[in-house]
């Protein structure tokens, strides 16, 4: 009870200011913790927090010997880390200085503009797998890949079939680069993408289908692969490469990256309601 009452005190000591103080850093940080759940973010944040930990441990443990070295580690440490990871935290500097006003405030593209937006490049990787013609398509998500984009061709249009088969057409002088998407509109043509150096991959796979890869890799995106020999369409997402998706299971598996639809109260209660009369009915049976 003294614990609950010294909650409570306390409690009643707070301004309002610190109230929204607590409210802001939570809504913050709500927003912004997603940004740090690619590969290279999380391999920052461990390398950090392990040097933290063994620092703490050599105290706490009275190792002063192990305790010297690591003080004297993390005099340079910092600096350290900022070489090593230099790629990674530009990324992530470059993430945070993207993020805009809407998106942290939560107001998002409507559904309707991405499953438009996938309707069109599923149409568009449909006719391409048919012509043989090969095609890289990379869908941003959180993550902006400004680094990728700003060294090919800015193109900033509304996407359709038409647009998309134009630029990969076999003669076009953007057809060999990579066409990035981002917020349903595609941003650039001719990118450039790091290649994945995978062991997992088949030997039988090119260069386009090591960029998709590499690029799912490195961030959050949804790269989409037509394959010019062969004409089948590849999906990489996480690292995972999916091979020979029917145009169907293509559509599906982007609506559920892209737009995935979190289930409403009413959903849940009308199942529910499906349950207790399907229940009901195997009764009286």
């Excluded at 009275?62 to 935290?89: D, R, T, W, Y």
């Excluded at 890289?136 to 890949?145: C, D, P, Q, S, T």
């Excluded at 249009?157 to 057809?175: D, V």
């Excluded at 039988?204 to 062969?230: K, Q």
């Amino acid at each position: 009870m003294n614990y609950i009452k010294d909650i409570l005190q306390q409690l009643s000591m707070m301004k309002w200011t610190d109230y929204l103080d607590i409210l802001i850093v939570a809504f913050l940080l709500f927003k912004l913790i997603p940004m740090f759940r690619s590969t290279n973010a999380l391999r920052v944040a461990r390398s950090i927090i392990a040097i933290i930990v063994v620092a703490w441990l050599t105290e706490v443990l009275e190792l002063h010997s192990l305790s010297f070295i690591f003080n004297q580690f993390l005099q340079v440490g910092i600096l350290a880390l900022v070489i090593l990871f230099q790629p990674e935290l530009r990324r992530m500097l470059d993430q945070l200085s993207s993020v805009r006003l809407r998106k942290l405030l939560g107001t998002e593209k409507r559904e309707q503009d991405m499953e438009l937006a996938i309707s069109q490049i599923v149409q568009a990787c449909e006719v391409m797998g048919r012509e043989r013609v090969g095609a890289l398509i990379v869908m941003a998500r959180n993550e902006r890949l400004d680094e990728y984009f700003k060294k090919g061709t800015k193109v900033d249009a509304q996407i359709s079939e038409q647009l998309i088969r134009n630029i990969f057409f076999p003669k076009a002088s953007l057809h060999d680069g990579a066409m990035i998407i981002l917020e349903g509109r595609i941003a650039a043509a001719g990118c450039v993408l790091p290649l994945s150096q995978s062991d997992r991959l088949s030997a039988d796979l090119g260069t386009r289908h090591r960029a998709g890869v590499g690029i799912s890799e490195v961030s959050d995106a949804v790269a989409i692969i037509v394959s010019e020999e062969t004409g089948t369409i590849s999906v990489a997402v996480g690292g995972m490469l999916k091979r020979h998706l029917a145009p169907q299971t293509l559509e599906k598996l982007l609506c559920n990256e892209l737009c995935p639809k979190e289930p409403t109260a009413e959903n849940n209660l009308a199942v529910r309601l499906r349950q207790k009369l399907k229940k009901k009915e195997d009764q009286t049976k």
